[in-house]
């Protein structure tokens, strides 16, 4: 699977757009962009997933570039629940049946402020 | 939406003891499982993958015989940490994924953790 790229932490104002950017150069063609995130003490939590069009679902927005090499998750009004590390991660279509593994980065830290 | 639940949330026991902590998909039938294990300030590492019926995969320097993970059926996978030590304290994430639909890509999703300290 591709490696990403992610910058280690952001802030974003309460009820601003938080726009958390993803590298993925090397990213292949049948390669999703999954995005997960991590509160304190919790397991990681799916947010949303996207081979090649922009995707929108009740949590955020997926935007990827039109060459794939990288994406940028929005959270359109971030609220002081929306802290959390944020994992942007590439893995193959499973369509085949093999069990392919998330590999988890470091991802971002994104702190939501008053 | 898709449901893991993880059991127990949290285990204090003493070193040499053995402890088992159970993963169970609520809602769906997960025919492949993973073990995760993260310490503080660090991100997940993966463990092992279990699809069920069959031995699972271990990762690179995780020892079989201390990790044992059982999936006997399509809906619980448990871990056992054997003869466990100070040094195995950390936090214990189990995923589950659905079965491979041909036409719709199936989201992992994960358990709530299990924290585990030995003494």
């Known amino acids: 699977d591709a490696k990403t790229t992610q910058p280690p932490s952001m802030d974003c104002a309460e009820g601003r757009a938080a726009n958390l950017p993803c590298n993925h150069s090397t990213i292949s063609g049948n390669e999703y962009v999954y995005w997960y995130r991590q509160i304190h003490s919790q397991g990681p939590q799916y947010i949303i997933h996207?081979?090649?069009n922009n995707e929108t679902n009740e949590m955020a927005s997926l935007i990827i570039t039109e060459d794939r090499k990288s994406s940028t998750l929005i959270l359109p009004h971030a609220t002081l629940r929306d802290t959390a590390v944020y994992y942007c991660?590439?893995?193959?279509?499973?369509?085949?049946?093999?069990?392919?593994?998330?590999?988890f980065g470091t991802g971002t830290r994104l702190q939501v402020t008053l | 939406g898709a449901v893991v639940s993880q059991h127990p949330s949290w285990v204090i026991c003493k070193s040499g003891t053995s402890v088992k902590i159970e993963c169970r998909s609520l809602?769906?039938?997960?025919?492949?499982m993973f073990w995760y294990r993260q310490f503080p300030k660090q991100s997940l590492m993966l463990m092992a993958t279990s699809n069920e019926g069959s031995k699972a995969t271990y990762e690179q320097g995780v020892e079989k015989d201390k990790f044992l993970i059982n999936h006997a059926s399509l809906t619980l996978s448990t871990l056992t940490v054997t003869s466990a030590h100070p040094e195995d304290s950390s936090f214990y994430i189990c995923?589950?994924?659905?079965?491979?639909?041909?036409?719709?890509?199936?989201?992992?999703?994960f358990g709530d953790g299990t924290r585990l300290s030995i003494l």
């Open positions: 809602d769906f039938q997960a025919t492949t």
């Open positions: 995923s589950a994924r659905g079965t491979v639909n041909a036409l719709v890509i199936q989201p992992q999703h």
């Open positions: 991660i590439v893995r193959v279509a499973l369509r085949t049946g093999t069990a392919s593994k998330l590999t």
């Open positions: 996207g081979l090649k």
